[in-house]
């Protein structure tokens, strides 16, 4: 069974892991309520995602939305990360995360895909780093107590 055509299975269940981890994430943000920032987070994802798509159409105008989406998305969560007063080491890893993928976003959009493996790396393990901050802080520790 595949849920990506054209994947092997464990990249298919890595994939779905990754969609739950992210939906857990949004779910238990404190972001999400505060329209003042969710806003302009969710803006840069749209052009993220728009960007993405005019560069593979190639189409004029994706390396710009990329760019400004990029900037969008790390001004933004630094700004929200620099209000937040009882910072975590989930707001840490999520900080990290973000910033990995926003200088993802950047090199795509200014054509400086050499560093680019490196820096989708890093971004990972920041992800997963995160995720399982995330679920030891919201499931398991909670348990322990």
């Given at each position: 069974?595949?849920?990506?055509?054209?994947s092997?299975f464990l990249?298919?269940?890595?994939?779905?892991?990754?969609?739950?981890?992210?939906?857990?994430?949004?779910?238990?943000?404190?972001?999400?309520?505060n329209?003042?920032?969710?806003?302009?987070?969710?803006?840069?994802?749209?052009?993220?995602?728009?960007?993405?798509?005019?560069?593979?159409?190639?189409?004029?105008?994706?390396?710009?939305?990329?760019?400004?989406?990029?900037?969008?998305?790390?001004?933004?969560?630094?700004?929200?990360?620099?209000?937040?007063?009882?910072?975590?080491?989930?707001?840490?890893?999520?900080?990290?995360?973000?910033?990995?993928?926003g200088?993802?976003?950047?090199?795509?959009?200014?054509?400086?895909?050499?560093?680019?493996?490196?820096?989708?790396?890093?971004?990972?393990?920041?992800?997963?780093?995160?995720?399982?901050?995330?679920?030891?802080?919201?499931y398991?520790?909670?348990?322990?107590?």
């Open positions: 069974m595949q849920l990506i055509p054209g092997s990249t298919s269940i890595l994939a779905a892991f990754t969609a739950l981890g992210l939906l857990l994430l949004f779910w238990h943000s404190t972001i999400r309520r329209a003042y920032f969710s806003v302009p987070l969710l803006l840069a994802l749209l052009g993220l995602n728009a960007g993405v798509l005019l560069i593979i159409l190639h189409w004029a105008g994706g390396s710009q939305l990329l760019i400004s989406s990029g900037l969008l998305l790390l001004l933004t969560y630094s700004w929200w990360f620099w209000r937040k007063t009882p910072k975590t080491r989930l707001d840490y890893l999520k900080l990290l995360w973000i910033a990995g993928l200088l993802s976003v950047l090199l795509l959009g200014s054509g400086q895909r050499s560093i680019l493996p490196y820096v989708s790396g890093a971004t990972t393990l920041g992800f997963w780093a995160m995720l399982l901050e995330f679920i030891y802080v919201t398991l520790k909670r348990r322990s107590k």
